[in-house]
């Protein structure tokens, strides 16, 4: 058996104009499950189901002279931050590699390598808001797609 998790966060760029400053960031995280279907000589191999959620932002900033804090309360329209996130599912297919460095009577450890090739889809998107208020009209986006993620790590396996 397989149990773990993992967080990823994605950075988007920034985009400026005359007028305006826009940044869009991402995240999301997942919790493992998996079962080991083949596993010999230090090499295994593993279908994965991951279960949780993402979330992703955009921010669009007024540019212009830097404005005083009495601007600010007259007049705060001069930014807005809108975001959307959902429930995330993650199906993969992995196979990792441990090269032993040690190990004892209970089990061995070492230097783990692998390649993990799967597709993450959001069955359940939230809408977009803004400040807690329900935003009509955005983009249907999301985290989702195909991906091919390398590893390398530590790592180890039990006998019993």
Same mark, same amino acid.
């Given at each position: 058996?397989?149990?773990?998790?993992?967080?990823?966060?994605?950075?988007?760029?920034?985009?400026?104009?005359?007028?305006?400053?826009?940044?869009?960031?991402?995240?999301?995280?997942?919790?493992?499950?998996?079962?080991?279907?083949?596993?010999?000589?230090?090499?295994? @191999?593993?279908?994965?189901?991951?279960?949780?959620?993402?979330?992703?932002?955009?921010?669009?900033?007024?540019?212009?002279?830097?404005?005083?804090?009495?601007?600010?309360?007259?007049?705060?329209?001069?930014?807005?931050?809108?975001?959307?996130?959902?429930?995330?599912?993650?199906?993969?297919?992995?196979?990792?590699?441990?090269?032993?460095?040690?190990?004892?009577?209970?089990?061995?450890?070492?230097? @783990?390598?692998?390649?993990?090739?799967?597709?993450?889809?959001?069955?359940?998107?939230?809408?977009?808001?803004?400040?807690?208020?329900?935003?009509?009209?955005?983009?249907?986006?999301?985290?989702?797609?195909?991906?091919?993620?390398?590893?390398?790590?530590?790592?180890?396996?039990?006998?019993?």
């Amino acid at each position: 058996m397989i149990i773990g998790g993992e967080g990823h966060g994605l950075i988007g760029g920034e985009a400026t104009s005359d007028s305006y400053k826009t940044s869009i960031g991402a995240g999301y995280e997942f919790f493992d499950f998996g079962y080991i279907v083949y596993s010999a000589k230090g090499l295994s @191999v593993y279908p994965l189901l991951g279960l949780w959620g993402g979330g992703m932002s955009l921010k669009i900033v007024e540019r212009g002279t830097a404005p005083s804090f009495d601007d600010v309360l007259d007049n705060p329209k001069r930014s807005a931050e809108l975001s959307t996130g959902g429930f995330l599912l993650n199906l993969a297919l992995g196979t990792d590699y441990l090269l032993k460095l040690g190990g004892d009577e209970k089990g061995e450890g070492g230097l @783990v390598s692998g390649i993990c090739i799967g597709y993450t889809f959001a069955p359940i998107k939230g809408s977009w808001e803004m400040d807690g208020i329900e935003i009509s009209g955005g983009p249907e986006i999301g985290i989702t797609g195909p991906y091919i993620r390398l590893m390398i790590g530590g790592g180890g396996s039990g006998k019993e």
